[in-house]
């Protein structure tokens, strides 16, 4: 968390990759939905660099779950900037449950 700043002070040049949660290197390599909240959504330092990042750049997401409160935090930034927020996609399995969330994702 310490070093997520810097990607921010970065000129956009180009693409990067940031890597919010899990390891292969830890104890439990993927973090359940409420260690992912309790340690990442409710953290300041995060969220602020969630915001910044949204409002900057168009983000890919790959491999989460795009929680409401992720989802939530980009429609508020949407609605406070009238719809002009950067894109961003989101990688999910065609699951039953993603196809029925379908439009509220959009």
Known sequence: LNRLGT???QPPDGSFFVKL???ISGERPVLTTAD???????????????TALMLRYHIVFVGCSLTDEVVN?????????D?????????LPETESNRDRKDWLA
């Open 7 to 9: 990607i921010l002070a």
């Open 21 to 23: 949660h899990g390891s």
């Open 36 to 50: 992912y909240d309790r340690r990442y959504l409710k953290t300041p330092n995060l969220m602020a660099f969630l």
């Open 73 to 81: 935090l980009r429609r508020n930034l949407a609605l406070h900037f």
């Open 83 to 91: 719809t002009s927020i950067p894109k961003a996609y989101g990688l």
